[in-house]
């Protein structure tokens, strides 16, 4: 996959950049001035009580959502409106809490179809099937049997997706956003609904991905220790306000953080 | 024992990605294209050709793309008879204008005229979903049926209203017995089903499932729901319309609109539903079944020796299709296709239970 | 001018109120249940057939009354014998399944009634009403069976309305139409609530077929005029009662006034050969309003979310 620094951002130079992002929904404030950012190469925690913003954050960034204030800067482009294919060209992947897979397809195809972006060649060739078009799909498959592999997925790349658990399909979901080479990956909920041991291989490929392929990562999650122990920084959010940014000890020790999670008003 | 897959070890993903991976079922298929090429046209009789074969074959390469629009790419439509007209009165226009053209120019012509106005009827796919893309369909269906109708320049001002077509030669060969039909047929449904299994396993095959299963997660990873649904009408009103000019042309000789109407329509997608949505080899079993079945259904009567009028027959046809698409989704929804594969996986593991 | 014009005007209305009564089923089961219901227009042609043929030999309102308990009986074999098998299963599933109900029906219907057209003799005035004969000349021909039509309709709809919103069974009706496994979590019981849903649709569809018979005779292309009923259900949103009703009106009147005054302009532009517009003026009509609002006029938002 490709080395770090290829993405026209220079090491430890922020990746994302979120600048006073605002977003309601017919007068329901989701987020409220909320500014930080990511830098290459990092693991950023968005954390956060329920309801307090961190996915609208995430469909922000992925141009899902416009939001009414604020701007986005990705790769040093300021961003005023995106569309999600937009979003994906420009090398954004992303998971969903809920599994957004292809359920008539096998975890093989679903992996292969976040390959549809490298994909050049046109309808006549694939008609034909032999020469520039094969040649393409074989070396697709070769990059995506490397990612099964990775994922240690091997075994069920044939079932459809519908019918695996869920553990399994979230790492089918993880193959999908990284056959898409992407600069910044954002995970919601990677975790969630796993035992420890499924945890323990997620947190395992997630450390991977950063190290091995570069590959900047934002990360959703619930669970603390995950938190610390995977992520560089955190950012902290409490019903659509930024409330902490720092490194994860800075961060667990900050009183806004601890009454925002108790529940203690303010 | 016989249907095994021991000592088969794919060594290359060119041969894992191959369209019959089973040496058996490479075997079988070419036994079988052998065959209906060379075998079937000494054997068949007349009636064989002109009332099961030939229809069975044309009316595949519409279940095809119909297969293509609605099974792959999700996208439901009702639309199928008017652009078989489109297919149907392009290739009839070309044929009358042009008489020295030849005839499968002709006939691809007709299918990029239905894929012209299949692309712009489909453009409101990208607005509209489900039930509601379902319903406006139906507009194309009763506009196109009517444009057809109506406008006297595509029947060439004929009073009655209706079109015939004259002798057809196909390379100096005069394509005069139902036997050379077939082959001319076969020749088509072949090279178009070859085309669309090499699609349906591509990058735009994956596309179209992806923009069917989920089309917002689809966006997210890249694909533009404007390229894949409009290709995939583009693709289905091609063969949609090279299989009306084909019925045109090789199976009624003459026609008026009606024949390309809201029940042919409905006969496409049943055999689309009944064969497996999402199946090429499907389309060519729902075709299969819904030509046969009537075909059985008005011998019964002889055979049991029961007196029934055609009106009866016709009526009892509806019932039994109607039960037929209850049952098939209730019991097995991947339709005749899916029955064949869990066939074949039993019989892998034939004589042994498992 | 205007005296032919309001003529075709009111004549299209209340046809329009005709295509509402077939409508009323379809947003009915759609509302209760989610699912499309294909075979609501072969249930009107079924339920006119076996109305025609019951009055042949008993007096009407038996045969009315014999002929609702029949659509009740449907209702409650499709419920056994389809629907219970198809729970939770995608709506395209459910709507092709009552494609296939609705060829049985008229598969069904025909075999057991026969096929030639019959009549419905409910003894309503047949003779045309003329209004206004002080204003325009020769006055405006109003159809008073369909006049008839339109007030039933109109108590039809109060009373339905009424029934959703207020009923406790309403209530569960529009629970079981937003989710079924919810609804059955809840101990919604899911069987007798589509049970009811389709006796009720069936019972509408006996109005529809009524109406419809008397004015055109008991035939086969009484099932084509279901199909005109989709492009009123996309005008008047697949949940909404009033809809339903305000989307015939425009189809009905539309279809004619295009007729009659599109129709002739069109012929001469295009050197055609003859109208026909009615044929797919409320398809396009329906199709030109689902491109500005996909979710019909009435419909609902949908919103999707990931």
Redesign the interface.
Known sequence: MRAPGDSGVGLDAALLSVDNVSLSFGGVAALTDVSFDIRKGEVRAIIGPNGAGKTSLLNVVNGFYRPQKGRITFKGEARPRMRPYEAARSGIARTFQNVALFRGMTALDNIMAGRSLKMRRGLFWQVLRIGPALTEEVAHRRKVEDIIDFLEIAHIRRIPVGRLPYGLQKRVELGRALAMEPDLLLLDEPMAGMNLEEKEDMSRYILDVKNEFGTTIALIEHDMGVVMDLSDRVVVLDYGRKIADGTPDEVRSDQKVIDAYLGVRH | MLYREVGQFKT???AD?AIFPIAQDRWFVLLVVAFALVGMPLVAGDYLCSEVLIPVLILSIAAIGLNILTGYCGQ?SLGTGGFMAVGAYAAYNVALRLPDLNLIVAFLFAGVMAMLVGVLFGL?SL??????L???T??S???L??TF????WFTNYAPS?SVAVGRIDLFGIPINTPQRIYLVVLMFAVVLAL?AK??V????G??W??T???D?????????PLHAKL?AFA?SSFYIGIAGALWGFFRLGSWEPLAFD?NRS?QV?FMV?IGGL?SILGSFLGAAFIVLVPILLSQLPRWLDIPVST??I?????????????FF??AE?NGLARLWATAKEKLRSWPFPY | MLGPVLETLIGGLLTGVLYSLVALGFVLIFKASGVFNFAQGAMVLFAALTLARLGETMPIVAAIALTAAVMIALAYAIERLVLRHLVNQEGMILFMATLGIAYFLDGFGQTLWGSDIYKIDLGMPRDPIFLLESVFPGGLLIDPTELIAAVVCAVLVAGLAVFFQVTRIGRALRAVADDHQAAQSVGIPLDYIWLIVWAVAGIVALVAGMMWGVKLGVQFSLGQVALKALPVLILGGLTSIPGAIVGGLIVGAGEKLAEVLLGPLLVRWFDLAGGGIENWFAYVLALLVLLVRPQGLFGEKIIERV
Do not use: C
């Open positions: 290359s993903y060119v990605q439901v409101p607005r509209i979903k489900g039930f509601y379902a319903v406006a139906l507009a269906q009763f506009f049926e009517w109708a109506r406008v006297k209203g085309a090499n699609l396993r591509g990058r735009i994956r596309m499932t992806a069917r299963d989920m917002i997660a689809a966006e997210i990873i890249g694909i533009r290709s693709v809201i409905f997608l539903i999402g009106a009866t016709s009526h009892v046809e509806s019932m039994v299709f109607g039960a037929m698409i209850v989704l209730i929804p």
